[in-house]
């Protein structure tokens, strides 16, 4: 069964503070996601990558930036948490072909 | 436009109960339609997925009917049960790129017993 772990479950941090989410696959996907989760709005793309240390911007990256520096790593970086950051973050890889898996997700609370 | 709408917003069935879930779309490029199902606390999970070459697919209780004309496509679920309570997304991938989807904003289904 293909695998992606997310480090965290649950965080709470701090307005201002540098958050790093991780994220891991374990079936040499190419291509990785950060989806952010809001009720009403459903998964909305904030980056993904195609290869090592190549990324794209998705639908909203404002305030976000993204690193990955191993094909099974994937990170989400927000520089100066905020309180509208305030969310459940998703992290998923696929095959080519389009199936999506995900990591069971990170909530995280700026206070 | 890469926008996926998505209906109903809520849906309550009885057990035993037939439910639909409906996704409509502008981009004829799209070529691949999953729907995933989500449990509190879990992360989504792909139920079921089809792409425009057929009009139905069906895997076990699930099925999915998919009108190419209409640019439509939706998710029944047969003899609805409790533990099919969830959130379900509809999605949509783009035939060029890098396999992005695009999603429907979901829909709280409650089968009550």
């Known amino acids: 069964d293909v695998k992606v772990t997310q480090s965290s479950r649950y965080l709470v941090k701090r307005t201002g503070e540098k958050v790093f989410l991780e994220c891991v696959q374990d079936?040499?996907?190419?291509?990785m996601f950060w989806y952010r989760q809001d009720p009403g709005l459903g998964l909305r793309l904030i980056y993904f990558?195609?290869?090592?240390?190549?990324?794209e911007k998705g639908d909203i990256p404002e305030g976000y930036s993204v690193s990955r520096e191993k094909k099974e790593r994937f990170s989400l970086i927000l520089e100066s948490a905020s309180t509208n950051q305030t969310s459940m973050y998703l992290c998923?890889?696929?095959?080519?072909?389009?199936?999506?898996?995900f990591g069971q997700g990170t909530r995280l609370t700026v206070v | 436009q890469q926008q996926v709408k998505q209906s109903p917003q809520s849906l309550i069935v009885q057990k035993g109960g037939i439910s639909i879930i409906n996704c409509a779309y502008e981009?004829?490029?799209?070529?691949?339609f999953p729907w995933y199902q989500q449990f509190p606390g879990k992360g989504p999970a792909l139920l079921i997925a089809?792409?425009?070459?057929?009009s139905e697919k069906k895997e076990g209780r699930f099925t999915i009917s998919f009108n190419k004309s209409a640019k439509q496509f939706s998710l029944h679920i047969m003899d609805s049960q409790p533990g099919d309570s969830a959130t379900y997304f509809c999605?949509?991938?783009?035939?060029?790129?890098?396999?992005?989807?695009?999603f429907g904003k979901g829909t709280m289904l409650l089968v009550s017993p």
């Open positions: 981009n004829t490029a799209f070529d691949y």
């Open positions: 079936m040499d996907h190419e291509n």
């Open positions: 998923a890889s696929s095959v080519p072909t389009g199936e999506a898996f």
């Open positions: 999605a949509a991938r783009l035939n060029s790129g890098y396999s992005t989807l695009t």
């Open positions: 990558s195609y290869d090592v240390k190549m990324k």
């Open positions: 089809i792409r425009p070459d057929v």
